[in-house]
T-cell receptor
Framework: EPEVTQTPSHQVTQMGQEVILRCVPI?????FYWYRQILGQKVEFLVSFYNNEISEKSEIFDDQFSVERPDGSNFTLKIRSTKLEDSAMYFC????????????FGSGTRLTVV | DQQVKQNSPSLSVQEGRISILNCDYT??????FLWYKKYPAEGPTFLISISSIKDKNEDGRFTVFLNKSAKHLSLHIVPSQPGDSAVYFCAAPGSGNTGKLIFGQGTTLQVKP
């Protein structure tokens, strides 16, 4: 079964450093998302991406965050200057069409900012 | 205000018995609802959905019930199996047409052998 692949599975970074979280969505999917889950809290929407541009972003997704789909297969989330409160599990997701049950999540990247 | 709430952080049931996971919502305009299941170190996996025009949807051992007047939905697992032990999230579509989801806080289900 097709999967959404995320790398790395765990990243530790110093506060103030830039991190790039990588995702390879399912190849024929058109809609891409990043979510995060701070330990013990709910899964929160960060950003949606369609047709090579951001279609919606949450209040969390401030100027420190950016997304890119540089080569038609990878979908990256960059945090420019990490803060302690960015420590969370970050999930990438993709779906083929507007049929919402086709929403596939990756296994996540655990980001720890120290 | 669009909120989805799961007020029970955990549930423990015996293998073979019924598990009932509950979810409340505030926005009566949600078109559908979804349940996701999450194992440790994995992403959420879609489990079952229900349209707002229905009051029940069944898929094998999993049944979701929707009570629109009470703004409440529940997931029933019968019979429960140890492999069902996971975190269960209910979710609903956010506003707009980007397909974002709003998740509840999750309920950790433990099924004891």
């Amino acid at each position: 079964e097709p999967e959404v692949t995320q790398t790395p599975s765990h990243q530790v970074t110093q506060m103030g450093q830039e991190v790039i979280l990588r995702c390879v969505p399912i190849s024929n999917h058109l809609y891409f998302y990043w979510y995060r889950q701070i330990l013990g809290q709910k899964v929160e929407f960060l950003v949606s991406f369609y047709n090579n541009e951001i279609s919606e972003k949450s209040e969390i997704f401030d100027d420190q965050f950016s997304v890119e789909r540089p080569d038609g297969s990878n979908f990256t989330l960059k945090i420019r200057s990490t803060k302690l409160e960015d420590s969370a599990m970050y999930f990438c997701a993709s779906r083929q069409s507007y049929m919402i049950y086709g929403y596939t999540f990756g296994s996540g990247t655990r980001l720890t900012v120290v | 205000d669009q909120q989805v709430k799961q007020n029970s952080p955990s549930l423990s049931v015996q293998e073979g018995r019924i598990s009932i996971l509950n979810c409340d919502y505030t926005n009566s305009m949600f078109d559908y609802f979804l349940w996701y299941k999450k194992y440790p170190a994995e992403g959420p996996t879609f489990l079952i959905s229900i349209s707002s025009i229905k009051d029940k949807n069944e898929d094998g051992r999993f049944t979701v019930f929707l009570n629109k007047s009470a703004k409440h939905l529940s997931l029933h697992i019968v019979p429960s199996q140890p492999g069902d032990s996971a975190v269960y999230f209910c979710a609903a579509p956010g506003s707009g047409n980007t397909g974002k989801l709003i998740f509840g806080q999750g309920t950790t289900l433990q099924v004891k052998p």
